[in-house]
C-alpha cells in the first residue's frame, strides 16, 4: 500500500508532515539531539511502514482502532515517560493516509486536557471527510 499524507487545502499543510518537521535534524542541534532525533523518527517510520506492510490493518502494540466514534486508526509511540505521540490514519483504496499527529501527556486529567484531545479528534475526523471529498488532497510519504 501506498503511504501519503493528507494535505489540508484550508491550512495549506500537511499536519503530519507539519507534526514530524519538529524532528527535523538542524546544524545548531548537538549530536546527542541529532541522534534522538533520528532514532525516534526511525521508530516511527517503521511503524508507519509496518502498518503498510499490514494493509493498513491496525496491529498492537503498533496500530490500533478508536472507539466506535471514529473510523480511523492510531499509530502509538512513547516519546519519553511523559508524552505519547499518536498518529491517526485510515485506508482508502490502496492507500495509507496520515490524517493528523500530536503529543499526549501520559496521564491527562484536567478538563482542559481531555478538551484538547477531543478537539484533535473531531479535527482529524474533519480531515479524514475533506479527505474522502477530494481524494487528491495528499503528499507523498517520504
Sequence with gaps: MEIVYYLDKELGYCPVKKYLEQYAIKNKDSQKQKNKKLHLLGIV????????DNNGIP?????????KDYDFFEIKH?????????????????????????????NYSTEKEHKKIHKQLEDTKKFQIRFK??????????
Design 133 to 142: 471529498n477530494n481524494p487528491q488532497s495528499y503528499e507523498k510519504y517520504n
Design 45 to 52: 517510520g517503521g511503524k508507519i511502514k509496518h502498518v503498510a
Design 78 to 106: 512513547r516519546k519519553d515517560k511523559n508524552i505519547v505521540i499518536r498518529i491517526f490514519y485510515f485506508r482508502r483504496s490502496d492507500k495509507i493516509i496520515l490524517l493528523n499527529a500530536f503529543d499526549k501527556p501520559d
Design 59 to 67: 496491529t498492537p502494540p503498533i496500530s490500533f482502532p478508536l472507539n
